[in-house]
């Protein structure tokens, strides 16, 4: 009986430290926004650029991770079955940026013998920066956004160049990965 008590206690205990693990992470949250009145099924060519008009981070947006941020957005693309194309249905365009961000934690100590021990409130602050990669997909006869996904969170850089393509490839297979695969077309010539 002791043997079975112990087992459980571990795996409480292994359960409780996977929960405070996945609590504590630093991943990005994706989330993704669509125009209800497309059928984003019909869609097989794309192409991408940077978004217009848009100041961009100046570490985020540099000329380095836009090209990691297109060879990533193409290869996913294709991966989902689209064909790159310079005349395309739709149009791929991302963007980034990174906003100053404050968390204020307040730890309450207050208990029924803070007239003996003392008591108050303990506030601190903590400074972090916040990460946004943003996609927009646009159907190309009309210029009209019929996609938007995005990723956000705390974004720590990764420490070799592979691992930045990595991270930006992953991103953004995170980002499309609501987005529909392409159809194939059993009728066409192409």
Known sequence: MKSIMKVTK???MMVVA???MVACSQALQTS???DSSV???QFKTFNVEPERNNEQDPLLGSELNKRR???AV???MQAKGYKLDNNPEIVVRFMTDVKDRQQVRSNNMYSPYMWWYGGGNNISTYN???SRFILNIYQRNSDKMIWQGWASGKVKAPTKKD???TMVKNTMADILRTFPQATLDTYGSK
Do not use: F
């Open 32 to 34: 993704y926004d669509y």
């Open 18 to 20: 996977g929960i405070m």
């Open 39 to 41: 059928n984003l099924k």
């Open 69 to 71: 941020l297109k060879d």
């Open 74 to 76: 193409v290869e996913v």
């Open 10 to 12: 571990s795996i409480a």
């Open 128 to 130: 972090y920066q916040e």
């Open 163 to 165: 691992d930045r393509e």
